[in-house]
């Protein structure tokens, strides 16, 4: 499966971002999808995940802020980011879990800052 990330850039704070996660097989046929970022020093940590009975969590540290979502004509799985924080700076991955084999995006930085 390839993925590609798209839509970072920069962000004033209480802003707001969509990032996307294009994947070059069906989304649908996804075991899990996930969201994952990693600021500089510190370990890469999960965002939001979305399960294939389509239930999604998230971190708490995100949660009522963040919101994942798919389109499963487009294959593209959505991050929509409100009232960033500048502790929200950091690289956005996409994550697939598909027939036991995990994939990852290149990566993609959104940066928020005045």
């Known amino acids: 499966v390839r993925i590609v990330e798209s839509g970072g850039g920069l962000v004033q704070p209480g802003g707001s971002l969509r990032i996307s996660c294009t994947m070059s097989?069906?989304?649908?046929?996804?075991?899990?999808l996930s969201w994952y970022r990693q600021s500089p020093g510190k370990a890469r940590e999960l965002v939001a995940r979305?399960?294939?009975?389509?239930?999604?969590t998230y971190s708490d540290s995100v949660k009522d802020r963040f919101t994942a979502s798919k389109n499963s004509t487009k294959n593209i799985l959505y991050l929509q980011m409100n009232s960033l924080k500048s502790e929200d700076t950091a690289v956005y991955y996409c994550?697939?879990?598909?027939?036991?084999?995990?994939?990852w995006g290149q990566g993609i930085q959104v940066t928020v800052s005045p």
């Open positions: 994550h697939v879990l598909r027939m036991g084999t995990n994939f």
């Open positions: 097989r069906s989304i649908d046929a996804m075991y899990q």
């Open positions: 979305m399960s294939s009975n389509g239930a999604t």
